[in-house]
């Protein structure tokens, strides 16, 4: 069974450039979850969805950042425009049940705005 | 606010010296506590996850506990493989979507 998996898996980019990441979660799984690590941070949450809807998007920083996941299957998440303190490791998590036990992260995307 | 310190921020062991991480938390009402493995390059890895105090899980060479405070995962006679980071994190009663994570602990197991 394929995992969860991540596009790209590093991007270096100009501040005020913009990015789009993709997360294509583990078929079947309704409910994807975007967190990220910044540097010397711990992992914080960014948003939570459930099918097509954002069930919870209290984490998402500042309206720079947009997320979608157009028919329930894969997730984007653009940033525009960057900024430096944007960098970080963005990972997706997939579940097939609103139960994070049962979720599964990916391998993240290592963003650089430089 | 929800808060998690792990501690120590890095441990380094010889094969089969055991030893065990913490995970101290604050969170308003807890509905469950997760352990999860990440290896560089790699997304976090799930392990186990606890509900209750004094709940406890075991799985190959790793046993996690709980408490009202804290948590611990305890390495009996680690192996070189064991090497990675762990990550605690907590999930609130009242949160559905978000896991409030610590920085970690990385591991290094020396043969």
């Known amino acids: 069974e394929a995992g969860v998996t991540q596009f790209p898996s590093h991007s270096v980019i100009e501040k005020g450039q913009t990015v789009t990441l993709r997360c294509d979660p583990i078929s079947g799984h309704d409910n994807l979850y975007w967190y990220r690590r910044v540097m010397g941070k711990e992992i914080k949450f960014l948003l939570h969805f459930v099918k097509e809807s954002k069930q919870d998007e209290s984490g998402m920083p500042n309206n720079r950042f947009l997320a979608e996941r157009t028919g329930g299957t894969y997730s984007t998440l653009k940033v525009q425009p960057a900024e430096l303190e944007d960098s970080g490791v963005y990972f997706c998590?997939?579940?097939?049940?609103?139960?994070?036990?049962?979720?599964?992260f990916g391998q993240g995307t290592r963003l650089t705005v430089v | 606010e929800d808060q998690v310190t792990q501690s120590p921020e890095a441990l380094r062991l010889q094969e089969g010296e055991s030893s065990s991480l913490n995970c101290s938390y604050t969170v308003s009402g807890l509905r469950g506590l997760f352990w999860y493995r990440q290896d560089p390059g790699k997304g976090p890895e799930f392990l186990f996850t606890?509900?209750?105090a004094g709940e406890e899980k075991e799985k190959e060479r790793l046993k996690a506990t709980l408490t009202k405070k804290e948590s611990f995962l305890h390495i009996t006679a680690p192996k070189p493989e064991d090497s990675a980071t762990y990550l605690c994190?907590?999930?609130?009663?009242?949160?559905?979507?978000?896991?409030?994570f610590g920085k970690g602990t990385m591991l290094l197991v020396s043969p």
């Open positions: 606890l509900y209750s």
């Open positions: 994190a907590v999930q609130a009663r009242n949160e559905y979507s978000t896991l409030t």
């Open positions: 998590a997939s579940s097939p049940l609103w139960d994070l036990e049962f979720a599964f």
